[in-house]
């Protein structure tokens, strides 16, 4: 079945340093769906940004990601992290025109002043 | 729009005893899905409906564990016979059809704790 791998479980980092956060997929389908969801803390999750585009990259709230087929990764990116982005990230996947997500196991990301 | 409703937003059980969550979906949406988080695993799907009608409840643990939507304005969730490691946050979540191109939007959860 489908998988997502984020291969970080916390992110500890300074206010104003660049954000990487890493995310790859396995899947049998040729055209799905990447999403990142962020959850702030007694929040639920909500949609960051997703993409279904080989090598486009979107863009959304400072955060942006690129979907790269060839080595099934969907990393989100921020040139300068802010306080209030200390949250829990999750990437997910779905097939194209599939009907479920399928969220890997999440990034704490906590950013100091 | 009060978004996805969820109630409790907490319950207490004793190991043994049964806990009913339940889910209102935002008003419009023909999708409903329940997820549940912990730490260790994130977000695990545990089952979908579609049009009110059960699609896939391939993450359901399925001696102790429903899902009914008898209409289109809720969803349950029922755990019989709780454990410890069912302490969770039980997510319900809703999407205009099915979540391959689509939003889902979250309700705040229900968080179980089984003593």
């Known amino acids: 079945g489908d998988s997502v791998t984020q291969t970080e479980g916390l992110v500890t980092l300074t206010e104003g340093l660049p954000v990487m956060l890493n995310c790859t997929y396995q899947?049998?389908?040729?055209?799905?769906?990447l999403f990142w969801y962020v959850q702030h803390l007694n929040e639920s999750p909500r949609l960051l940004l997703k993409?279904?585009?080989?090598?486009k990259r979107t863009e959304h709230q400072g955060f942006h990601a690129t979907l790269h087929k060839s080595s099934s990764s969907f990393h989100l990116q921020k040139s300068s992290a802010q306080l209030s982005d200390s949250a829990l990230y999750y990437c997910?996947?779905?097939?194209?025109?599939?009907?479920?997500?399928?969220f890997g196991t999440g990034t704490s990301l906590l950013v100091d002043p | 729009n009060a978004g996805v409703i969820q109630t409790p937003r907490h319950k207490v059980t004793g190991k043994g005893q049964e806990a009913t969550l339940w889910c209102e979906p935002i008003?419009?949406?023909?999708?409903v899905f329940w997820y549940r988080q912990t730490i260790v695993q994130g977000l695990e799907f545990l089952t979908y409906?579609?049009?009110?009608?059960?699609?896939?409840d391939s993450g359901m643990p399925k001696e102790r564990f429903s899902a009914q939507m008898p209409n289109q304005s809720h969803s349950t969730l029922k755990i019989q016979s709780t454990q410890p490691q069912d302490s969770a946050v039980y997510l319900c979540?809703?999407?205009?059809?099915?979540?391959?191109?689509?939003?889902?939007?979250f309700g705040a959860g229900t968080r179980l704790s089984v003593l």
């Open positions: 979540a809703s999407s205009l059809k099915g979540a391959g191109q689509n939003t889902l939007y």
């Open positions: 899947t049998i389908y040729s055209n799905p769906f």
């Open positions: 993409s279904f585009t080989d090598n």
């Open positions: 997910a996947l779905s097939e194209n025109m599939g009907y479920k997500l399928t």
């Open positions: 008003s419009g949406h023909s999708a």
């Open positions: 409906f579609r049009n009110q009608a059960p699609i896939d």
